[in-house]
């Protein structure tokens, strides 16, 4: 793999055990500039704690990450990443969503400084770009699951980032602001911006997916562009009965809707 | 109100009552949002046994009962980050080990365990004037982290995993907040006592949570409770003769009983407005927040909904609502 200045994230034989458990074995993934790349896969295939380990959020047993350019260990321009996690984990409760989307901008914040006119620009943007600028002072824990997806989406665009990275952006948002999504996203695209996005399914977003990357049972099984999916699917299917046991793979339906095959059933 | 100034030992009380009113709601909201809300218990234990070898050695009790503070809540909290503090007993063990540490060493330093009474109920009238020197000294730190590092503070405690990607140094706050938690329980037992002062930490950021909305608001509205109740809990006391740790916490939960109806009419009232989503901010001090520029001057038929808003009508604008205000608008 070319790691260069074009190359906004790659990492080469990732390898992650969590308690023991192997969860990631030898993954290579790379995301190259004003790239949108699809990470797909059943639930347990390893999606979420690849994303956690190329932000540094979890630790890898054996490896390499690089951002930008520069080794994990030494990446300190978080500003240029927005990181959307999976709903559920943070305590936001009592805050205002203007307040969730403005920790968006702490990356770009000296310490002791009050938020700047541009920051609340940002912020305002942000949150108008998933519209929900009628709810700028509203109570987080009020509004709907899709609205707060959104909310943790905004504040990743309020970073104005060069690479976005998506945890399952569209679960729980209805189809129409699936479409939202897919609007806001490919505009940052055509920016220049670069994407990696963990999709249970496809949806709205998939006219923006330059390459799926699709991990079974902790390792890359297809690397390529998305319309090669459906024939990557026939092989796959093989593997899948095998592993069924381990109860770590996706099911057959699902595998169905992730590839949006409409082959054998 | 005149007669208990004229007394220096009430002046330092109530300056004592009035540090600790602004510190322990400011490091509690963190606390609160961390759901640590008992942290502040189990160091006042731990304080205890700075307390004892402060009565051993024959020191000055409060810098040794900070030390003692810190000592306890940077371990826990490297307890806590490494995995090891599951299940609570390594936490159970360390307070309860630092409260018989305090009865133990007061024991052998011949005071004995009821010397450590004013200082588990507090004894706010003894405050020395090197008690106020340290407190007020170690109030502003408290203050000037709490209140200046509030926006990474806040982004720590209510998502790490976010945090981390802002490049913050995540593991370096939780330490901040437990050590400031751990300072002002150690400066908190001469006031309210190691017993109650959990409940300054943790009971006006309750309160403060009915009544106002957003992290900001409640931060401030809890430090006004906090100062309210510690102050007015310590004049008061003074009149009934009464303890004044006990009567400030009582205080504080009257406030906290009171804001449940209340945070019922102020819904009430939020439900009879005009376009009640639309309605901005709800502090308990409207703010004069002047719009940033504004080109588009409102008027009847000009496309924005008019409200009557009082004395005035504001034009609904993007979420929120202008009211025109000499040469700008202001944002009500």
Request: aromatic share 10%; proline share 3%.
């Given at each position: 793999m070319l790691v260069g200045a074009s190359t906004v994230l790659a990492a080469e034989d990732l390898t992650v055990e969590l308690g023991g458990l192997p969860?990631?074995?030898?993954v290579a993934i790379s995301v190259r500039a004003g790239e949108a790349v699809a990470l797909l896969g059943g639930n347990g295939s390893g999606k979420s704690t690849l994303v956690r380990t190329l932000l540094g959020l979890l630790p890898h047993q054996r490896g390499t990450v690089q951002l930008f350019g520069s080794p994990l260990r030494d990446?300190?321009?978080?500003?240029r990443i927005g990181y959307v996690p999976q709903?559920?984990?943070?305590?936001?409760?009592?805050?205002?969503v203007k307040e969730v989307v403005a920790a968006g901008r702490l990356a770009r914040r000296r310490l002791f400084r009050p938020l700047s006119r541009t920051d609340r620009v940002a912020v305002r943007e942000a949150i108008a770009h998933v519209g929900l600028s009628e709810q700028l002072n509203a109570d987080i824990a009020r509004l709907s699951g899709g609205q707060q997806q959104r909310v943790l989406i905004a504040r990743a665009l309020a970073a104005e980032p060069d690479l976005l990275v998506l945890d399952?952006?569209?679960?729980?948002?209805d189809l129409e602001h699936q479409r939202v999504l897919a609007d806001v996203l490919g505009g940052l695209l055509t920016a220049g911006a670069s994407a990696l996005v963990v999709l249970h399914d496809v949806g709205p977003l998939g006219a923006l997916i330059d390459r799926a990357v699709v991990l079974s049972d902790g390792r890359v099984v297809h690397d390529g562009p998305p319309g090669d999916l459906g024939q990557h699917r026939r092989r796959l299917g093989g593997h899948e009965h095998l592993d069924h046991g381990e109860g770590t793979a996706p099911d057959h339906d699902e595998h169905e809707r992730l590839l949006g095959g409409a082959v054998e059933p | 109100m005149i007669e208990i100034l004229s007394y220096p030992f009430m002046q330092r009380a109530l300056i004592a009552a009035l540090l600790t009113g602004l510190i322990a709601p400011a490091i509690g909201t963190y606390v609160v949002q961390r759901r640590l809300s008992l942290l502040g218990d189990g160091l006042g234990h731990v304080a205890l046994a700075g307390v004892g070898l402060a009565l051993l050695t024959g020191t000055a009790p409060i810098p040794l009962a900070v030390v003692a503070c810190i000592v306890g809540a940077v371990v826990v909290e490297i307890l806590r980050q490494r995995g090891k503090a599951s299940g609570d007993v390594g936490l159970a063990v360390l307070f309860y080990g630092g409260l018989a540490a305090g009865v133990f060493l007061s024991g052998i330093s011949g005071v004995?365990?009821?010397?450590?009474a004013q200082y588990l109920f507090g004894s706010l009238t003894t405050v020395t004037p090197d008690d106020l020197i340290l407190i007020g000294l170690l109030a502003v730190v408290i203050l000037v982290i709490t209140l200046g590092l509030a926006p990474q503070l806040y982004a720590v405690s209510t998502d790490e995993e976010f945090a981390r990607t802002q490049g913050l140094r995540v593991r370096l706050y939780h330490i901040a907040v437990v050590s400031l938690a751990a300072v002002t329980v150690a400066l908190a037992m001469r006031t309210v006592g190691l017993l109650l002062v959990s409940a300054l930490m943790v009971v006006p950021v309750a309160a403060a949570r009915n009544l106002v909305r957003g992290f900001t608001s409640g931060l401030g509205c809890a430090i006004a409770i906090g100062v309210a109740t510690a102050v007015g809990g310590a004049a008061a006391s003074f009149y009934v003769n009464a303890a004044p740790g006990a009567f400030i916490v009582l205080l504080a939960i009257a406030v906290f009983v009171l804001s449940w109806p209340l945070s019922y009419l102020i819904r009430q009232r939020r439900a009879a407005a005009v376009l009640p989503e639309l309605v901005d901010d709800d502090e308990l001090v409207a703010a004069h927040t002047v719009t940033e520029s504004h080109p588009h001057r409102h008027a009847p038929g000009c496309g924005h909904q008019p409200v009557q808003h009082g004395d005035h009508t504001d034009f609904i604008h993007e979420g929120h609502r202008h009211a025109a205000h000499a040469d700008h608008y202001d944002e009500h």
């Open positions: 969860v990631l074995r030898g990446f300190r321009s978080w500003s709903r559920s984990a943070a305590l936001f409760g009592g805050s205002k399952e952006p569209t679960s729980g948002v | 004995g365990a009821g010397g450590l």
